[in-house]
């Protein structure tokens, strides 16, 4: 891709962030044309479709969350690393209004350009969350579909303005049920707050 052809999608996927961080995922397409100060025919020649726009937006984010978990795998012991992934996802997927919707739906539609992300995603959780059971630090009776909800879940709090100031509170209620009594007074810290 040119230089000058990725500094426009840069651009484009710039104001889209902005706009669907202040309206949610259902932004008009042809809002963030106009706050790009391009055309709707050039956006959507670039992003065809309101999830191919998503899908690049969103697909970034969600490589930088499956990296950091790869990362954490080996930095950090089994339940930090699962309760910092956790912490991670959760804020990231607050940004975005309504994104937790999408990710559950794209993880069963395997037509969706969601679809392959939000797996890889699901993925690399499951791998913190499996590490952290075999340390006997997490509980046993939950997978990685159940952590992907969870996700969701604690998000769709932060989403609700009369729970949102309880969100970080509720987070670490939910982290601290997550993990065995032997990982929480073997750390340092707790992961409960608020």
Same mark, same amino acid.
């Given at each position: 891709?040119?230089?000058?052809?990725?500094?426009?999608?840069?651009?484009?996927?710039?104001?889209?962030?902005?706009?669907?961080?202040?309206?949610?995922?259902?932004?008009?397409?042809?809002?963030?044309?106009?706050?790009?100060?391009?055309?709707?025919?050039?956006?959507?020649?670039?992003?065809?479709?309101?999830?191919?726009?998503?899908?690049?937006?969103?697909?970034?984010?969600?490589?930088?969350?499956?990296?950091?978990?790869?990362?954490?795998?080996?930095?950090?012991?089994?339940?930090?690393?699962?309760?910092?992934?956790?912490?991670?996802?959760?804020?990231?997927?607050?940004?975005?209004?309504?994104?937790?919707?999408?990710?559950?739906?794209?993880?069963?539609?395997?037509?969706?350009?969601?679809? &392959?992300?939000?797996?890889? !995603?699901? @993925? #690399?959780? *499951?791998? $913190?969350?499996?590490?952290?059971?075999? /340390?006997?630090? =997490?509980?046993?009776?939950?997978?990685? &579909?159940?952590?992907?909800? !969870?996700? @969701? #879940?604690? *998000?769709? $709090?932060?989403?609700?303005?009369?729970? /949102?100031?309880? =969100?970080?509170?509720?987070?670490?209620?939910?982290?601290?049920?997550? !993990?065995?009594? #032997?990982?929480?007074?073997?750390?340092?810290?707790?992961?409960?707050?608020?």
């Amino acid at each position: 891709m040119r230089a000058d052809a990725r500094k426009n999608r840069d651009h484009l996927l710039a104001v889209a962030g902005a706009a669907i961080a202040e309206q949610g995922v259902d932004a008009s397409m042809r809002d963030i044309a106009r706050r790009a100060d391009v055309g709707l025919a050039t956006l959507l020649r670039h992003y065809p479709t309101r999830e191919a726009l998503l899908e690049a937006l969103l697909r970034a984010s969600f490589d930088e969350l499956t990296v950091k978990a790869g990362e954490l795998e080996t930095s950090s012991s089994p339940a930090d690393a699962l309760v910092s992934w956790l912490r991670d996802c959760v804020t990231w997927t607050t940004e975005y209004r309504g994104v937790t919707e999408l990710m559950a739906a794209a993880i069963e539609d395997t037509e969706s350009a969601l679809h &392959t992300s939000c797996v890889t !995603l699901r @993925a #690399a959780g *499951a791998r $913190l969350l499996s590490r952290a059971q075999e /340390a006997g630090a =997490a509980r046993t009776d939950m997978d990685g &579909t159940d952590l992907f909800a !969870l996700v @969701a #879940a604690l *998000a769709w $709090l932060g989403d609700q303005p009369s729970l /949102a100031p309880r =969100a970080d509170h509720l987070f670490g209620f939910v982290a601290s049920a997550l !993990l065995t009594d #032997a990982a929480i007074t073997g750390s340092g810290e707790t992961p409960r707050q608020g």
